[in-house]
Antibody, heavy 119, light 114 residues
């Protein structure tokens, strides 16, 4: 069974940085395309970005609101996905989920980690 | 701009009755490989989202067969044949065909029991 466990959320000030982690198990991480999706509490879902498997280039794509500020990386030796968030804004406040992307986005999800950006 | 539009946004349903949610995209979701990347997700209160349907009509593992997806081009539908109490939550459609903008979700439809 797929397990995805996010961590690293917390309270930061505007302009600061934060790195989220997603530890995975139960499937072959090296083959997996992965995404980050966020949700402002009480609001809808917003895709943040994705990373392809290393075999398919390990390239990343990002949604327009975070492009140039966020990066995604993966460490196959640790079975862990990362989301590096720089120059954070108040509108980045949300619960951040990692997902596996088999047959399109979101066949498995983590429990989410809350990021609050506030002065 | 690319837009995904769901209707209705609120859906009160009597237990045991059918329910239907519509999702419309501003452009055709048929990809160059011939597939249509339209998925449906369920988010129960306090839980992470769960994918129900991918590529229009394929049910994910463990999803009850009372859930079905259909449609083509720009118009898609999620149907629940007989609503149960555990179906309460918000349902989202999502497209994965157009890049940019990348994966795009509808606004969500809140299903509640009458």
């Amino acid at each position: 069974e797929d397990q995805l466990v996010e961590s690293g959320g917390g309270l930061v000030k505007p302009g600061e940085s934060l790195r989220l982690s997603c530890a995975v198990s139960g499937f072959k991480f090296t083959d997996a395309w992965m995404s980050w999706v966020r949700q402002v509490p009480g609001k809808g879902l917003e895709w943040v970005g994705r990373i392809k498997s290393k075999a398919e280039g390990g390239t990343t794509d990002f949604a327009a609101p975070v492009k140039g500020r966020f990066t995604i990386s993966r460490d196959e030796s640790k079975n862990t996905l990362y989301l590096q968030m720089n120059s954070l804004k108040t509108e980045d406040t949300a619960v951040y989920y990692c997902t596996t992307d088999r047959e399109d986005l979101g066949d498995s999800w983590g429990q989410g980690t809350l990021v609050t950006v506030s002065s | 701009d690319f837009v995904m539009t769901q209707s209705p946004l609120s859906l009160p349903v009597t237990l045991g009755q059918p329910a239907s949610i519509s999702c419309r995209s501003s452009q055709s979701l048929v990809y160059s490989d011939g597939n249509t990347y339209l998925s449906w997700f369920q988010q129960r209160p306090g839980q992470s989202p769960r994918r129900l349907i991918y590529k229009v009509s394929n049910r994910d593992s463990g999803v009850p067969d009372r859930f079905s997806g259909g449609g083509s081009g720009t118009d898609f539908t999620l149907k629940i044949s007989r609503v149960e109490a555990e179906d309460v939550g918000v349902y989202y459609c999502m497209q994965g065909t157009h890049w940019p903008p990348g994966f795009s979700f509808g606004q969500g439809t809140k299903l509640e029991i009458k």
